[in-house]
């Protein structure tokens, strides 16, 4: 019987040993990754989204569709929540003039970017959006969208698709 105790001591100390290296394993490897993935983002894709998602916050906010579409490339694609979609960026200049139109000045608004992923040429972002106007419209959703590298080095919205909200 003594012998089975001192096993299964030894056994417990074996199991936890294993959890022990196995979370280190996983929290190195999910660090690694984390960093690896951190690495081949380009230097400016990150700062050329930020700047072009808040762009469309203070466009909203001063009612003006020509700063919102300043991160837009000039053969960019916008689909809004409804499905309907523009060509070019002086048609998504359009887009936005009618929703300022209709709604008014935002009040605020915010884009919460959850993922970015780049294939070559091309970043995949997609996350939650929301903008309250002065007429106590709010609007919320879901959006995916594709940046693309221009020749100057910089990136523009290539494809956005606005979505609804999740209910």
Not at 122 to 132: D, F, I, K, P, V
């Amino acid at each position: 019987m003594k012998d089975f105790l001192i096993s299964s001591a030894a056994a417990k100390v074996q199991v936890k040993s294993v959890m022990h290296l196995t979370r280190a394993l996983l929290f190195s490897a999910c660090a690694c990754l984390a960093a690896t993935c951190q690495r081949t983002l380009p230097a400016n894709l990150k700062k050329d989204v930020d700047a072009g998602n808040q762009a469309w916050v203070d466009g909203l906010k001063a009612g003006d569709a020509n700063r919102i579409v300043s991160g837009y490339s000039q053969d960019s694609v916008n689909c809004d929540a409804a499905g309907d979609c523009v060509k070019s960026r002086m048609a998504v200049t359009a887009q936005y003039k009618e929703v300022i139109a209709r709604f008014g000045r935002a009040t605020s608004g915010f884009v919460r970017s959850e993922t970015l992923h780049v294939d070559q040429d091309l970043a995949y972002e997609s996350g939650h959006a929301e903008a309250r106007f002065l007429n106590g419209t709010i609007r919320r959703g879901r959006f995916s969208t594709v940046w693309k590298l221009q020749d100057d080095g910089h990136w523009k919205i290539f494809r956005n698709i606005s979505l609804p909200a999740v209910p």
